[in-house]
């Protein structure tokens, strides 16, 4: 399995142009909750579970969450997401990627810190080929940073974690990728600049999935 | 004039916490228009003037603006800025800043690029007491990354701008404030990398107006 390296994708930030709505949705839920932040704090946890993000900016903002609460929270989050999902687009590049993935018959998965139902209007936008797979929050017991979806999404392709390559926005896609074993690589799609996910241990910082795309010789991906 | 800075500060990203709901007001508002653009381009271009931004992001794309389009393209803008209006809140710090900057006797201003009119009622959330200059867009020819507003905003207070320190969280502050000749510093509360404001020339880069209040030794303002 060492000629040619499987490709692991995050979904939002990488695939769909969805951070900023999710910034923006997480910020007024946890308002309602009484956590006041701003928004730059919110957008560099994008990517993490809901419940470690909840859990972690209820901490620092010296709030207690109770299960009840971040339940609530995560469900507030959920409808201010949906009521600004009209806007949401793929970004550029990420259509023709996985047409081209496919086309090529590189084994490649989608990995997502999002649940399944949020996950499915996202996926319908970049109109995934049949049978490519699919993890999300709900297949794993922890979801980025932990590593399991990663890996996950190695298991589920059949592909030895360490010879592949996980792709995301976030400095959580990368920290995933490093426990994982993975080799990590960045895209700046989601807002980050590159020196962060670059500090963070991504091999190559590219600008979104069509950049990728354009370059990815340069991550051993060649044609059969 | 060199014992004590005065303090130039931009408003959006530095003072109130509406960078995030002028990029997604952007992104709108290009697509009405024709444009398509990934929220986190138009982010990184937030700060500068909203015709300039209208321009660069165009020609960008391939499309030419008529005096016209970019007229609609920036009401539009406004319009769909108004309508988040509600959720803009004070940056943590910013209040407390202004106060303690009035209080200390420390020359300082506002300098925007945005118009006067999208300007008002966010100054308003920070309780900018009576008296402190405010520069907008309407009172130069050029705005940011133009050094007309930081310079006009010395000009107003009546000091050298040499021995000011402009204060913002776009390149485009730190731009205008190097070819202005004033010491640029940043702020990461408008969801820009530490690395991408120092690398522009920020000779320190605060978390925001409360770090910076806490901080502001090191800025060489000391107490009368």
Chains 1, 2 share one sequence.
């Not at 090529?104 to 999002?114: D, F, L, Q």
């Not at 794993?140 to 030895?160: C, E, F, S, T």
Request: without cysteine; glycine residues 8%; aromatic residues 4%.
């Amino acid at each position: 399995m060492t000629d040619r390296p499987a490709l692991l994708l995050d979904l939002d930030g990488t695939l769909v142009d969805s951070v900023y709505q999710h910034a923006i949705a997480w910020h007024k839920a946890l308002e309602l909750a009484g956590i006041k932040l701003s928004v730059w704090r919110i957008h560099r946890r994008i990517g993490m579970s809901g419940g470690l993000l909840a859990d972690s900016l209820a901490r620092e903002t010296g709030h207690e969450l109770s299960e009840k609460d971040a339940a609530k929270l995560k469900k507030a989050h959920a409808r201010l997401f949906a009521a600004q999902l009209p806007d949401v687009r793929p970004l550029p590049g990420a259509q023709d990627l996985v047409r081209h993935l496919t086309k090529m018959r590189v084994a490649w998965a989608v990995a997502t810190s999002g649940a399944l139902a949020s996950a499915q209007p996202l996926l319908k936008l970049v109109n995934l080929p049949p049978g490519v797979p699919v993890i999300t929050r709900d297949d794993v017991a922890h979801a980025k940073p932990n590593p399991d979806l990663w890996i996950a999404a190695a298991l589920r392709l059949g592909v030895p974690i360490e010879s592949a390559i996980a792709v995301g926005d976030s400095v959580w896609d990368l920290l995933a990728a490093r426990r994982a074993r993975a080799l990590g690589v960045g895209v700046l799609s989601g807002g980050y600049g590159q020196d962060e996910l670059e500090r963070a241990g991504a091999y190559r910082v590219y600008e979104d999935a069509a950049d990728l795309l354009l370059h990815i010789d340069e991550l051993g991906i060649r044609a059969e």
